[in-house]
């Protein structure tokens, strides 16, 4: 009898042009991070305190995706980690991202098990949980310093917040400090009153990077991760430039060189070239803007799945201008509340539904514009950015499952 070759027999070969692709990937955190000087060392200013054993404020990093936010935090804690063990200080660091920890009994119960690990935690109740929480702070006497990525994605945040904030009132050789970080701009507005005068919070922004600072950027990338001379220059020039065109985001232009590269060697190229990264581009647009669907807030995934439903059901305004689906913000605001009140989540007034409207078009998820004559008051049109079937349907599966 034949036997079959295996599957994979064959495709274990060196690579032609990658010398590590991993580098290339969003998991990776350089060890550089030019242009982020400013904000690295704002950052070790503020977190110092706790090697001086006092409480470092609460700081939050706003800024769209891919400036840098994750990696500065990742570095800057894995170095006062490396520090503190040295030294033989009492700060404990608990990072997490709370895309997956989305809830305060998630967030508690992770940070306590990284407290304890060799507890287990399961089926406990938050109080007990807390309770432990505290227990530990005291019997340690420890700076506690807890690093939430993406806090916004918290469905009760307020709680959450208010709970580890007013911890530090029953804490007396010890505290506990949040880093946060959040894409949204307008994230501390949308907060209790209570929690927002708890905070006591330092903020630092994120600006995008700009073509130049992306060809940099890219060019250390490219040096690490790539065989010598297999990456054009003008190549490196045309990711850079279309990044900072689209959004300034530097894990779009690192994609971008990925996707290229891949191309180039499916194509058995020993270069890449613009031709790889032209072909690239509209893939990996796809890619950064689903990612960048899913990751944002409940509110703001019902209110542009709102405007995709009424999109694809072709309930808006037909042709206006040459353009099809234009959806008027009241009927947009209408069909949200239905949907909210359908996946039993609370609606937010119109002032607040406007805000994420904003949001979402600065995502360049929406095109908006203000009614001219010919319709009866004033209202904004708003119509989809992409394909409203592939929106409809990433939302469906995270709003309704």
């Known amino acids: 009898m034949r036997v079959m070759p295996n599957l994979f027999e064959g495709k274990i070969k060196e690579s032609s042009i990658f010398l590590n692709r991993d580098i290339m990937l969003p998991s990776y955190t350089p060890e550089r991070l030019p242009f982020r000087e400013k904000q690295i060392e704002e950052m070790v200013s503020v977190l110092s305190a706790a090697v001086d054993d006092h409480k470092p404020d609460n700081l939050f990093l706003y800024g769209k995706p891919g400036t840098g936010k994750t990696s500065c935090t ?17 700060v404990k660091i ?24 060799d507890r287990d935690f399961i089926g ?7 309770e432990n929480l505290l227990k530990y702070c005291k019997e340690n006497a420890c700076r506690l310093i807890i690093g939430l990525d993406e806090i916004d994605k918290t469905k009760d945040l307020d709680e959450l917040i208010y709970a580890l904030t007013r911890a530090n009132d029953e804490l007396q050789n010890s505290s506990i400090s949040i880093l946060g970080i959040s894409n949204q701009l307008m994230f501390k507005d949308r907060l209790d009153p209570r929690t927002k005068s708890s905070l006591c919070e330092r903020e630092l922004v994120f600006p995008p990077y700009n073509a130049e600072e992306l060809r940099a950027i890219l060019k250390d990338r490219v040096k690490m991760a790539f065989k010598p001379d297999v990456v054009e220059e003008s190549a490196i020039n045309l990711a850079a430039a279309i990044a900072a065109q689209e959004s300034g985001d530097a894990r779009t232009a690192v994609m971008l060189m990925l996707r290229a590269a891949e191309i180039a060697e499916q194509g058995n190229h020993s270069k890449v070239t613009d031709k790889e990264v032209k072909k690239a581009k509209e893939r990996v647009e796809e890619e950064i ?7 944002l807030p409940e509110q703001q995934q019902l209110v542009l799945y709102a405007i995709a439903r009424l999109t694809t059901d072709k309930k808006g305004i037909k042709k206006l201008s040459n353009e099809e689906c234009v959806l008027c913000s009241g009927e947009v605001y209408d069909e949200y509340r239905k949907i909210a009140e359908k996946v039993k989540a609370s609606s937010v007034s119109i002032r607040w539904f406007q805000e994420y409207i904003n949001e979402l078009e600065m995502y360049g998820l929406l095109l908006t514009t203000n009614s001219g004559k010919g319709f009866r008051g004033h209202t904004r049109l708003i119509k989809l950015g992409f394909d409203g079937e592939k929106i409809r349907s990433i939302l469906e599966k995270h709003l309704l499952a």
């Open 74 to 90: 990742r570095h800057v804690l894995n170095q006062l980690d490396e520090f503190v063990r040295a030294k033989g200080l009492a």
């Open 94 to 117: 608990v990072y997490m991202n709370c895309r997956h920890y989305n809830s305060k009994y998630k967030v508690l119960s992770r940070i306590v098990q990284g407290l304890y690990p």
């Open 124 to 130: 406990y109740s938050g109080t007990f949980i807390y």
């Open 289 to 295: 803007v689903m990612d960048m669907i899913c990751s």
